[in-house]
């Protein structure tokens, strides 16, 4: 009886073990069908609220999830890299500043939405070294990242006071490199963009002078953000793609009436103090879902589009016969289906 008694209990114990085993495998197996059943996504981002505030609210709220995607952030220091990080299939979305539009026009990359007009390149000239307009910068050494949006406010500033690139001496440097320059007192002045350009004031205080912004040429020269794929990603996953721009905008509609809570998301995931974050909050007018509807409804948006191409033309970055329509690189059902699924 004794023997009995054991043998009931060693199986009794046996049982045991086996029910929650199969019940902790049970439950593995369903967060890892989970997992699985979420698509990669991988997006390039550039360390500022710009491009980082619309999609950062969607991964914190779970936006993304709930469409099935699984967003992950790349950081990149500009858009020209973004886009070959698209080429080469590391990333599967990216945003980029209005400089490195001139390569969706020149068919690399297709546009899914646009994002903002933004007011977040500056010349910046160091009074120390007598640079406190642009006339002065005649002879200077300017600090310049080729292909980005801040070279384009250099080239229109340049322009507006008789000056040419032979005028001045640019030295083509890589975003932390011209703040380095311009601290330092490597260069006489910089075409930059935010954060950065915050950097530079708190460190060179008042002998840090706005020579140029992006509100100066608003008219002539929208400052156009946008998120874009590469044409073949685009000719592939227009599913994919609508499911991430509904997501991102309802990121974006998160942020109208959260900003401080953005605000510490952004700081977090650019390890950007909140103060320096909350400066950058004052570099666009930021865009809701409606405010894309509207602007696609009344042909606003692919009016700011053409504008660019004729300053892409007129800069010498285009040649006129470079011009296409722009329905070639806009993805413009995706903005319009998304921004109402955002609505709904």
């Not at 199986?11 to 979420?38: H, Y």
């Not at 599967?92 to 026009?105: F, M």
């Not at 329509?325 to 609505?343: C, P, Q, R, T």
Request: proline residues 2%; negative net charge.
């Amino acid at each position: 009886m004794k023997r009995l008694g054991v043998l009931l209990l060693l199986g009794f114990i046996t049982m045991m073990v086996i029910g929650c085993s199969e019940d902790t495998g049970g439950n593995q197996g369903k967060a890892s069908n989970n997992n699985d059943d979420l698509e990669s996504f991988k997006v390039g981002y550039m360390p500022n609220f710009a491009s980082t505030y619309g999609v950062i609210s969607s991964i914190e709220n779970g936006n993304f999830e709930d469409k099935g995607l699984d967003v992950e952030l790349v950081e990149f220091e500009d858009g020209p890299t973004i886009i070959s990080a698209l080429e080469s299939g590391s990333i599967q979305a990216g945003y980029i500043g209005p400089g490195a539009h001139v390569l969706p026009v020149q068919g690399e990359a297709k546009i899914f939405t646009f994002s903002h007009l933004g007011n977040a390149d500056e010349v910046i000239g160091n009074a120390e070294k007598g640079v406190v307009s642009i006339e002065d910068l005649k002879g200077k050494k300017i600090g310049v990242s080729t292909g980005t949006s801040s070279e384009t406010i250099l080239n229109l500033a340049l322009k507006e006071a008789g000056l040419s690139k032979d005028d001045v001496t640019l030295t083509d440097m890589d975003a932390s490199a011209l703040v380095t320059a311009m601290n330092s007192g490597g260069v006489d002045a910089v075409a930059a963009w935010s954060p950065n350009t915050n950097t530079i004031r708190a460190e060179l205080g008042d002998d840090a002078v706005t020579l140029a912004q992006n509100e100066d040429y608003a008219e002539e020269f929208p400052s156009i953000a946008s998120w874009v794929v590469s044409p073949s990603y685009a000719d592939e996953n227009a599913d994919t793609i609508e499911k991430f721009t509904t997501g991102l905008y309802e990121g974006m509609d998160y942020q109208e009436d959260n900003t401080d809570e953005v605000v510490k998301l952004v700081a977090k995931q650019t390890a950007i103090d909140d103060a320096a974050v909350e400066e950058q909050t004052e570099d666009a007018e930021w865009q809701t879902s409606q405010d894309i509807l509207d602007k696609l409804e009344d042909g606003t948006l692919e009016g700011y589009y053409k504008q660019q191409q004729e300053n892409f033309i007129e800069d010498g970055q285009l040649e006129e016969e470079d011009k296409v329509d722009v329905s070639e690189y806009l993805m413009l059902d995706n903005m319009k289906n998304a921004a109402e699924n955002a609505n709904e």
